[in-house]
């Protein structure tokens, strides 16, 4: 029970935070489901030596090397995921043998796909504010729509009296993150009408005042689901396809253009919540083609500019 819990939690954090691709949901959850089976349905609690060991037997039935990485590679997500969430203390996959080095590069919306998603949601406010936030401040879907009332800067006169919220992110750990006008603008809108989207029943209504986004759902909260739908549909109302939208691809939006600003990797570190630096590395990728287009023309050595007169 357990294994098919924290399975379906991972498939949808995959697919509402990260964008995954139907495909690659359904081999996810036939190699997690066919580890716990393996298991004896006891895939979550799983130790470093029993990973180990179902990685041996995957090459003991001769699968291909790619299919062994594959499966191993789901793995390692799941338990990061589990550590990350809080649900295990250690990764037991950290020390098993790395398989073959394949950089995944994330896909980034251009600062001009960027403002064509933000002019197409403007006559909604709430989605407008959930965009806005989501791009100024590079959070996760989960912080974002559990975000309560609380985190917000407080308003006096009409004017907030700073321009950052504070945000309770994975670990429990706490981050300041700083808004800029449009995020600030964005929140006043929607702050003003906000009162017509909690749920008319008292219980209901009682467990949901307490967040910037309420809803009747249990939590209180929007949910992560109905953020990737609801940005799935604006996508297309920008003309983007939809699979490119999503709040994971917001966040990497966010880290990319502070990159590309001149921000050093250090503050982007912080800004995103990264325990770890190296995690925040991946992003460094967006600067190459700009870097070699940089030695390409600026380098004393670069080849002149044909003469095209």
Known sequence: MTDRIRIEAFLEMMSAERGAARNTLEAYARDLREASEALGGALSRASAEELSGLQRDYAARGLAASTVSRKMSALRRFFRFEFQEGERTDDPTARL??????????????????????????????????????????????????????????RRNGRWESAEITVRGKGGRERVCPLGPPALDSLVTWLGVREASLPKAATARARAERFLFPSRAASGHLSRRRLGQMLDALAGAAGIAPDRVHPHALRHAYATHLLQGGADMRSVQTLLGHADISTTQIYTHVLTDELQELLETAHPLAPPAPNLS
Not at 101 to 108: G, L, T, Y
Not at 119 to 136: F, G, I, M, N, S
């Open 97 to 154: 043998e790395s398989p073959a080095a394949r950089r995944e590069v994330p896909d980034v919306l251009s600062r001009q796909e960027m403002t064509r998603l933000l002019e197409a949601c403007r006559d909604d406010p709430r989605l407008t504010c959930l965009v806005e936030l989501l791009y100024a401040t590079g959070l996760r879907a989960s912080e974002l729509v559990g975000l309560p009332l609380g985190a917000l800067p407080r």
